[in-house]
């Protein structure tokens, strides 16, 4: 809050606080606490903070064999097992690759993401049929920890796919998404041996004259259905952008 700009709340505690510093040294304790960049930026923009602050404590992002640590400990809470450990190694590894960036919350990161599985495995049970065996309600499987595998998108259980394809020309286009669902099938053998997956742009732009399918081909992902398994999939970014299609 003090480094958001504008702020008269802020200007106005800096304007008590920094005399506060200077004159009661030694019976006065402030502690300043929060993200690394807004701290930068409150800093920078207040020269006389750094000379009265001059002790930091850095709290870093866990490492791997810590939020591994951390999934274990989460799952035993909320009561439930994974299939195999090995299926806990992947997850740490993504999350490792998730840390430094805005929006990763470390112990929060990993709430989320455990009870991301239980959602996938609830979803995943209600649509087995009445007459499946009985199943294990705490047991999450491979999908349910690693999202939506990869190679069981095909026409025969995409709908949207099958649409595509059905449409005249946009040959360039079945090509791109082809090469799409290449690239997350390579990555998600790549993660499976506990490799690093190989980093490529998420992001896509349609363009096209008025007539050549533009609109057709988004409307068609825009059913939820193939975008939307392609971005679970990893192949489209997942950042908020709000475009008018």
């Known amino acids: 809050m003090l480094s958001q700009p504008g702020s008269m709340f802020g200007t106005a505690v800096l304007n008590v606080l920094l005399p506060a510093l200077e004159n009661q040294i030694g019976t006065l304790v402030v502690v300043l606490a929060g993200y690394k960049k807004d701290m930068d930026e ?5 020269q006389g903070l750094p000379s009265r602050v001059d002790q930091r404590f850095i709290f870093a992002d866990y490492r791997e064999e810590e939020l591994l640590t951390m999934l274990q400990k989460e799952l ?7 299939d195999s ?11 490792v690759r998730q840390s ?21 495995q609830s979803q995943r ?16 499987v491979e999908e349910d920890v690693l999202g939506p595998n990869p190679f069981t998108i095909s026409e ?12 005249i020309g946009l040959e360039s286009i079945k090509a791109q998404v082809r090469g799409l669902i290449a690239m997350v099938r390579a990555n998600f053998e790549l ?10 742009a998420l992001n896509r732009i349609f363009l096209g004259n008025p007539g050549t399918g533009t609109t057709a081909t988004r409307q068609t992902g825009r059913r939820v259905g193939l975008w939307a398994r392609i971005a679970g999939m990893g192949c489209l970014s997942d950042a908020p952008v709000s475009l008018p299609f």
Request: proline share 4%; net charge positive.
């Open 156 to 167: 025969e259980n995409c709908a949207e796919l099958r649409q595509l394809n059905s449409m």
């Open 85 to 95: 450990d090995h299926l806990l190694h992947i997850c740490a590894k993504r999350l």
């Open 191 to 200: 993660e499976r041996q506990l490799k690093e997956p190989r980093q490529v």
């Open 76 to 82: 035993a809470a909320q009561k439930h097992l994974v």
């Open 100 to 120: 430094g960036r805005v929006g990763f919350g470390n112990m929060r990161t990993v709430k989320s993401t455990v009870a991301r599985w239980m959602q996938r």
């Open 125 to 140: 049970l209600t649509q087995l049929p009445p007459t499946a065996a009985l199943v294990d309600k705490y047991l999450l």
């Open 42 to 46: 409150l800093f920078e923009k207040n």
